[in-house]
């Protein structure tokens, strides 16, 4: 096989497998919401940035932190997703909020902490 040919068809396999791999980044992957009053809440913010467009679910696995507006959603730019911190009761609480692209088998976390006071 010529040179030529077997460098277009690696040029095909590489373009191809970066195109199928699709993902998203996340900023910031923490969120701190340090000291809340009790029966008062905080809201705070992180994007999501998909290489394209894609479904997304969004979940808390604690409920003192929530899940703001449409928990699924298709995206295919920058997207700011709210997590209110809404402590029950005083002392620290922590949590992940999980971003999952269903259809792509992705999953990402933020991790959440904050206090009650």
Known sequence: MPRFIRWCLLAV???????MAANFGLSPSKLEFGGVKVGANKSMTFKINPQSAMDFEVTSNNAAFVVVGDK???AGK???ITIRF?????????????ITAPGEGITKTVAVTGGGE
């Open 86 to 98: 809404v402590p029950d009761a005083a002392g620290a609480k922590e949590g992940k909020i999980m």
């Open 13 to 19: 396999v590489f373009v191809a497998s970066t195109l």
């Open 78 to 80: 920058e997207t700011t």
């Open 72 to 74: 699924s959603f298709r």
